[in-house]
């Protein structure tokens, strides 16, 4: 695969889109997708089939939170410990670098040859229904018309956080060739830890989100001993549905990662 942002036209613009997409993530979404692949594969260790998908859907979390960041959204001056890419560089930079982030994504799966035509079709619709109007875009409209009941909570995070981190474990099943039962084991698998994500990073923001006033929260919805509890279930769901699959290991390690983390 080429090196991403790597041109020197358009003048300076390499840099804040190379500043967002090499800033110190976790690499959830594509540590997913190479997961996911590797459960199912023919050939596991045959990365090059998988990893434009992996890099697709890092793309695509890095322009949504390049764009998350801005002034007219959360309007937050850091991200990863450093400055966000519009305090690093400016407002109209991080828009056009979310918007090349963006793209770029659509436009690494489009010029794979080692996919087929259906594979790659497959690919691209599915990483742009989680990424649009019926994922992410969709959960972040609901965010800012602001919800007050649980389902409403729970369909506004499994748009905006948990259908990118569907979409990674479904994407790595259909580049490893998997069969109609096991990419439906992958796609569940990508429900259960996609709401958990939310549901360990509403417990992590604990403190910040006790504030009167703020957004509602799973935790302040349930409790956080309801909380955990409910991200503990949805962890072991999807142990259980990784262990219909040849190589669940490394799927089992992120699910227990995803509710344990700290970060
Ligand atoms: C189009 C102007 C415009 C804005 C769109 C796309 C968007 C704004 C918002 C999406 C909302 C969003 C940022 C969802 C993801 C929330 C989330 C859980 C982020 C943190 O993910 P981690 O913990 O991040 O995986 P790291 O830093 O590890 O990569």
């Not at 409910?230 to 962890?235: D, F, G, S, Y």
């Amino acid at each position: 695969m080429d090196p991403l942002f790597n041109d020197a036209w358009p003048s300076g613009f390499a840099a804040p889109a190379r500043y967002a997409l090499f800033g110190g993530g976790k690499r959830v979404r594509p540590a997913l997708c190479v997961a996911a692949y590797q459960a199912v594969a023919p050939d596991p260790q045959a990365l090059g089939q998988v990893l434009p998908a992996a890099a697709a859907l890092e793309l695509v979390h890095t322009y949504s939170l390049v764009h998350d960041d801005l002034p007219a959204m959360d309007d937050d001056d850091e991200r990863r410990g450093r400055p966000t890419v519009h305090i690093a560089y400016d407002e109209p930079t991080a828009i056009l670098a979310g918007d090349a982030l963006l793209t770029e994504a659509f436009r690494v799966l489009a010029v794979q040859e080692h996919w087929s035509s259906a594979s790659k079709a497959a690919l691209i619709g599915r990483l742009a229904t989680a990424a649009g109007y019926h994922g992410m875009i969709g959960g972040q409209v609901a965010d800012i018309n602001g919800v007050q009941t649980l389902e409403d909570l729970t369909r506004l995070h499994r748009g905006k956080t948990g259908a990118l981190i569907q979409a990674s474990c479904w994407m790595g099943a259909v580049c490893g060739g998997a069969d109609a039962i096991h990419l439906a084991a992958l796609d569940a698998y990508g429900a259960a830890v996609g709401l958990a994500f939310q549901l360990a990073d509403d417990l992590l923001d604990e403190e910040e989100d006790a504030e009167e006033g703020g957004p509602p929260s799973f935790v302040k919805l349930l409790g956080a001993e309801e909380t955990r509890r409910r991200a503990v279930e949805l962890c072991d769901e999807a142990i259980g549905l990784a262990q219909q699959l040849e190589r669940p290991d490394t799927l089992t390690a992120l699910a227990q990662f995803i509710v344990e983390r700290k970060i």
